[in-house]
């Protein structure tokens, strides 16, 4: 006896209607909606293979439900997940960026890589090849330690022409912190979970160390600014973790 695989049955027009709506009331990423459809297809596909047989609708609308209540939650800690996020690439990137690079807090005359190794001091001296070496047509600005609201930031600066790039590294403090879930990541460079934001005028993307968090802050397009970032993030993470020991 040959057998056929049942055609689910489409889900009432009233639980379709309550699963979009509680979807879209959520400021939910995208791939939240896509687990759900084919989360959805897969049970639409089951039928209990004897006893009871509920009706299908029954039987993904109760799946329906269980996973809208999980958008909900996911939801929700994405939201407060992308603004501990934004926060920090703001507020630490953007604000050093702005007080010192943007505002030309550089000399006109790029001092000598030796003068840099100096400011810099010898444990993030090995910061300023790094850079030249990932921006090639850009010239090193400056290299030295600045103070901003009261915190100090290892920074490197390049230019090329209007575009202005800067490698910050600072200390973290107590309860600073990227999320532990590197879903949120904007992407991954060698196991690496790097985070990405802008202001509408600058792009800030950066990860943390256990005691350290570095950005790439420029006027660069968003995403030649996160691949910069990608570019960067092994070497500077080693820089930074050799401190550390």
Known sequence: MSTQTPVPEPLPANIQQ?????ITAQDAPPWLAGRISARIREDA??????GLRLP???????????????????????????????????????GDHV??????????????????????????????????????????????????KGRPFIHVIAKKDEQLVSLIV????????FPMNSVVARMRKDGIPIHASTDGLFQSAGFATP???AFVVSNLEERANLMLMAS???RVYGIIRAVAR
């Open 45 to 50: 596909a089951r039928r209990p293979a004897s």
């Open 99 to 148: 007080y010192c690079a943007a505002s030309g807090h550089y000399p006109q005359t790029p001092p000598a890589v030796e003068t840099m190794n100096e400011k810099l001091g010898a444990d993030f001296a090995a910061l300023v090849p790094a850079v030249s070496g990932s921006l090639p047509g850009y010239t090193i600005r400056q290299g030295h330690i600045c103070i901003y």
């Open 56 to 94: 299908h609708w029954v039987l993904a609308g109760a799946a329906t439900f269980a996973l809208a209540v999980a958008v909900v939650a996911g939801a929700r800690n994405w939201n407060a997940a992308t603004t501990q996020i934004a926060g920090l690439l703001h507020t630490l990137g953007i």
């Open 18 to 22: 309550a699963l979009r709506e509680t």
């Open 170 to 177: 600072t200390a973290r403090q107590a309860g600073e912190d």
């Open 232 to 234: 960067l993030a092994p």
């Open 211 to 213: 005691n350290h968090f």
